[in-house]
């Protein structure tokens, strides 16, 4: 099981779904983070995390009737049968209602026991007899989220079926300062390996600084490791690529890896150690061709979907009717990515999305791939040179010549396939998104175009949140009904000053405000009163206009969210200067005095438009580069204001420890 896997059963077991706070305290934990690291991410105080952290182990306690802490959690659950803790679940609440199974939410490693495992052989038959070889090595390599880890999971089971020991060191979860050095980076990878086997670290006595890092390495595994093992062991290395992003520490490790592998075929010890390298792209580091374990052992590549296995996954998720015809443009537009059919398949059946629908809207904001578009769009964002290739290549359909390194980086993200010197679009939803989305990119910069919407307005003008001639070159950045920013800019905004927040250590907020009611149904269905209320369009510009009039920094972003909602950025506020802010959004509208009859026919005394208000401040933390955590806490705040009642404002205080 996962820890995502795990929050996805906690909060469907529970009332009231785990809060932001109570989820970070959990993942953290999973990660065997200590409550000092935490305090210092979140900025809260130690003892104020363990108390809510005890809470929070009594709640997975009284939920799996056994004793849940800290140190014990990441072992209860890792290697527990997913299919277990979900029948423990449909037992709890068949006196209820029948509950069926519940379905696998894409995204993490499939468990080893999941029905959603679809295998691609024969990649998995020639792993399962390749790990049972002594000294052998297996290289996993496939863009994200196409199934390494879970192909990884499945070798490391069969291995312990066979009776091996398996390990398993994933490079995402090691610190920045991990990297600082060679020695530092093979303590800790030695540290990790002893202790999973059970064993204690006991590095000194091996580590000698006058014969080197990489010799103490060896001398560690073969004198301590192998030497005190009663079976083989299976070393799988998840993210070796991350180890590319440090030239000095990969050259050297890559090498060591690669001697181990050779000691094998020569002293008996060193067969005992079975190796499973898994990576997303390349190794672009410079190495000389007889020091890479690159060009040894068994390479899998993990390839797309066919159309039968697609039909495999849609059977297995319970969607048979859907047509092959269907499925068919399904699996055209995602080029057979197994991540994008999930979601696709997940969502017909979970929340009865017909699947043309999907087709239709899956490059739109309303499409279900937003946040996974969106995710790769900030990477590019950051990466300029992987941005302006990518709209070249999008562009091409004949592939266009690209440097390595850059194709090997978008190889990585999934975005391309390389063929030969050529890099070609791997699919195309991606064509159709990016080849929309870039070109509104200031590429040089990393920007968008023009700046960002000035909101600075005195109070009582009711001139558009944009200054239209800085804004005259990003009119797609407005919301057609509104004249605020749109769902899109605002998401890329707020991403924008999260990464800002973290690299100025500077708090930011964000408010996130809902009307009290359905404009849609109150009003388009009191026919009599739509030419007294002049649409549904009207009452959104005023309610717009009087944001913009409480927020007063041109850095300050006013958009239109949904619907119903609004939200505001406010770069370098602290809680109280957003509270302030939101005080003055919450009296403005009710200022406004929209009138919204109670009844049909009643307009003596008719109620008056509100919002609920939630607000959210946070400093982003630097190994935190998704803005989510504070999206949120703030919808969090949001739904507290609205359950009490409405027209007020909740503050979460819970991400800067208040």
Same mark, same amino acid.
């Given at each position: 099981m996962t820890i995502d896997e795990l929050i996805q059963i906690v909060n469907a077991s529970l009332p009231t779904p785990l809060t932001p706070l109570q989820e970070f305290l959990l993942r953290q934990s999973w990660e065997g983070k200590t409550y000092a690291y935490m305090a210092r991410e979140i900025h809260y105080g130690p003892e104020y995390l363990r108390k809510t952290a005890s809470s929070l182990w009594s709640i997975l306690s009284d939920l799996w009737t056994e004793p849940i802490s800290k140190t014990n959690l990441r072992s209860k659950f890792e290697q527990q049968c997913l299919t277990r803790t979900q029948q423990q679940l449909i037992e709890r609440n068949s006196s209820d209602r029948i509950v069926e199974e519940p379905l696998f939410f894409p995204g993490g490693p499939i468990p080893v026991d999941s029905p959603y495992y679809i295998p691609r052989q024969p990649v998995e038959e020639l792993a399962y007899e390749e790990i049972c070889l002594p000294g052998s090595v297996i290289r996993i390599k496939a863009p994200r989220k196409m199934g390494k880890s879970s192909l990884m999971l499945r070798i490391l089971e069969k291995g312990e079926q066979a009776g091996f020991d398996g390990i398993k060191i994933d490079f995402q979860q090691a610190e920045r300062e991990v990297f600082s050095s060679l020695e530092r980076f093979l303590r800790w990878f030695s540290a990790n390996v002893a202790r999973q086997l059970q064993l204690d670290a006991n590095l000194d006595r091996y580590w000698d600084v006058d014969i080197g890092t990489k010799v103490s390495c060896t001398l560690y595994f073969q004198g301590y490791i192998l030497a005190n093992i009663e079976k083989p062991i299976i070393l799988a290395l998840n993210e070796v690529n991350r180890v590319f992003e440090y030239p000095e520490i990969a050259q050297d490790f890559l090498s060591l890896l690669r001697g181990w592998y050779e000691?094998?075929?020569?002293?008996?010890?060193?067969?005992?150690l079975r190796m499973v390298l898994v990576y997303s792209t390349e190794i672009y580091v410079p190495l000389n061709i007889n020091q890479s374990p690159f060009n040894v052992g068994l390479p899998l590549k993990l390839p797309p979907f066919t159309l039968d296995q697609a039909l495999e996954l849609a059977h297995r998720y319970g969607c048979q009717n859907l047509s092959t015809t269907m499925l068919k443009k399904l699996v055209a537009l995602v080029g057979g990515h197994p991540y994008l059919l999930s979601q696709a398949l997940y969502h017909t059946r979970r929340?009865?999305?017909p699947l043309e629908q999907i087709l239709q809207t899956a490059c739109t904001p309303k499409g279900i791939y937003q946040n996974h578009l969106q995710s790769l769009m900030a990477i590019l964002q950051n990466q300029p040179k992987l941005a302006q290739t990518m709209q070249q290549v999008v562009v091409s359909p004949q592939g266009i010549p690209v440097d390595p390194v850059i194709g090997y980086k978008l190889e990585s993200?999934?975005?391309?396939?390389?063929?030969?010197?050529?890099?070609?679009?791997?699919?195309?939803?991606?064509r159709r998104y990016f080849e929309a989305q870039l070109p509104r990119? =200031? $590429?040089s910069s990393g920007k968008t175009d023009g700046t960002a919407p000035n909101t600075a307005i005195a109070d009582g003008e009711t001139q558009l949140p944009f200054d239209r001639a800085a804004a005259a070159n990003c009119l797609h950045e407005l919301d057609g009904s509104t004249q605020l920013a749109s769902r899109p800019y605002f998401d890329r905004y707020l991403q924008q000053q999260w990464q800002r927040s973290s690299s100025d250590r500077t708090p930011m907020s964000l408010i996130l405000c809902e009307l009290s009611v359905d404009l849609e149904q109150q009003l388009l269905s009191l026919s009599k009163y739509r030419g007294e209320y002049n649409t549904i369009a009207n009452c959104l510009q005023q309610v717009a206009r009087v944001i913009c009039t409480c927020i007063r920094r041109q850095s300050d972003l006013a958009a239109k969210y949904s619907s119903q909602e609004f939200a505001v950025i406010l770069p370098q506020a602290d809680t109280e200067i957003a509270k302030k802010v939101a005080e003055r959004i919450?009296?403005?509208?009710? =200022? $406004?005095?929209?009138?919204?009859?109670?009844?049909?026919?009643?307009?003596?005394?008719?109620n008056f438009l509100t919002v609920s208000i939630g607000v959210a401040s946070a400093i982003a933390s630097s190994d935190r580069s998704d803005a989510t955590t504070i999206l949120l806490a703030t919808d969090f705040a949001l739904r507290q204001s609205q359950s009490e009642g409405g027209d007020r404002v909740t503050v979460n205080s819970t991400l800067l420890g208040e």
């Amino acid at each position: 099981m996962t820890i995502d896997e795990l929050i996805q059963i906690v909060n469907a077991s529970l009332p009231t779904p785990l809060t932001p706070l109570q989820e970070f305290l959990l993942r953290q934990s999973w990660e065997g983070k200590t409550y000092a690291y935490m305090a210092r991410e979140i900025h809260y105080g130690p003892e104020y995390l363990r108390k809510t952290a005890s809470s929070l182990w009594s709640i997975l306690s009284d939920l799996w009737t056994e004793p849940i802490s800290k140190t014990n959690l990441r072992s209860k659950f890792e290697q527990q049968c997913l299919t277990r803790t979900q029948q423990q679940l449909i037992e709890r609440n068949s006196s209820d209602r029948i509950v069926e199974e519940p379905l696998f939410f894409p995204g993490g490693p499939i468990p080893v026991d999941s029905p959603y495992y679809i295998p691609r052989q024969p990649v998995e038959e020639l792993a399962y007899e390749e790990i049972c070889l002594p000294g052998s090595v297996i290289r996993i390599k496939a863009p994200r989220k196409m199934g390494k880890s879970s192909l990884m999971l499945r070798i490391l089971e069969k291995g312990e079926q066979a009776g091996f020991d398996g390990i398993k060191i994933d490079f995402q979860q090691a610190e920045r300062e991990v990297f600082s050095s060679l020695e530092r980076f093979l303590r800790w990878f030695s540290a990790n390996v002893a202790r999973q086997l059970q064993l204690d670290a006991n590095l000194d006595r091996y580590w000698d600084v006058d014969i080197g890092t990489k010799v103490s390495c060896t001398l560690y595994f073969q004198g301590y490791i192998l030497a005190n093992i009663e079976k083989p062991i299976i070393l799988a290395l998840n993210e070796v690529n991350r180890v590319f992003e440090y030239p000095e520490i990969a050259q050297d490790f890559l090498s060591l890896l690669r001697g181990w592998y050779e000691q094998g075929k020569q002293e008996a010890i060193w067969k005992q150690l079975r190796m499973v390298l898994v990576y997303s792209t390349e190794i672009y580091v410079p190495l000389n061709i007889n020091q890479s374990p690159f060009n040894v052992g068994l390479p899998l590549k993990l390839p797309p979907f066919t159309l039968d296995q697609a039909l495999e996954l849609a059977h297995r998720y319970g969607c048979q009717n859907l047509s092959t015809t269907m499925l068919k443009k399904l699996v055209a537009l995602v080029g057979g990515h197994p991540y994008l059919l999930s979601q696709a398949l997940y969502h017909t059946r979970r929340y009865n999305v017909p699947l043309e629908q999907i087709l239709q809207t899956a490059c739109t904001p309303k499409g279900i791939y937003q946040n996974h578009l969106q995710s790769l769009m900030a990477i590019l964002q950051n990466q300029p040179k992987l941005a302006q290739t990518m709209q070249q290549v999008v562009v091409s359909p004949q592939g266009i010549p690209v440097d390595p390194v850059i194709g090997y980086k978008l190889e990585s993200l999934g975005l391309v396939q390389l063929e030969d010197c050529h890099v070609f679009v791997s699919c195309e939803l991606y064509r159709r998104y990016f080849e929309a989305q870039l070109p509104r990119f =200031n $590429l040089s910069s990393g920007k968008t175009d023009g700046t960002a919407p000035n909101t600075a307005i005195a109070d009582g003008e009711t001139q558009l949140p944009f200054d239209r001639a800085a804004a005259a070159n990003c009119l797609h950045e407005l919301d057609g009904s509104t004249q605020l920013a749109s769902r899109p800019y605002f998401d890329r905004y707020l991403q924008q000053q999260w990464q800002r927040s973290s690299s100025d250590r500077t708090p930011m907020s964000l408010i996130l405000c809902e009307l009290s009611v359905d404009l849609e149904q109150q009003l388009l269905s009191l026919s009599k009163y739509r030419g007294e209320y002049n649409t549904i369009a009207n009452c959104l510009q005023q309610v717009a206009r009087v944001i913009c009039t409480c927020i007063r920094r041109q850095s300050d972003l006013a958009a239109k969210y949904s619907s119903q909602e609004f939200a505001v950025i406010l770069p370098q506020a602290d809680t109280e200067i957003a509270k302030k802010v939101a005080e003055r959004i919450r009296q403005s509208v009710k =200022n $406004l005095k929209i009138a919204i009859p109670s009844n049909k026919g009643n307009q003596q005394n008719p109620n008056f438009l509100t919002v609920s208000i939630g607000v959210a401040s946070a400093i982003a933390s630097s190994d935190r580069s998704d803005a989510t955590t504070i999206l949120l806490a703030t919808d969090f705040a949001l739904r507290q204001s609205q359950s009490e009642g409405g027209d007020r404002v909740t503050v979460n205080s819970t991400l800067l420890g208040e």
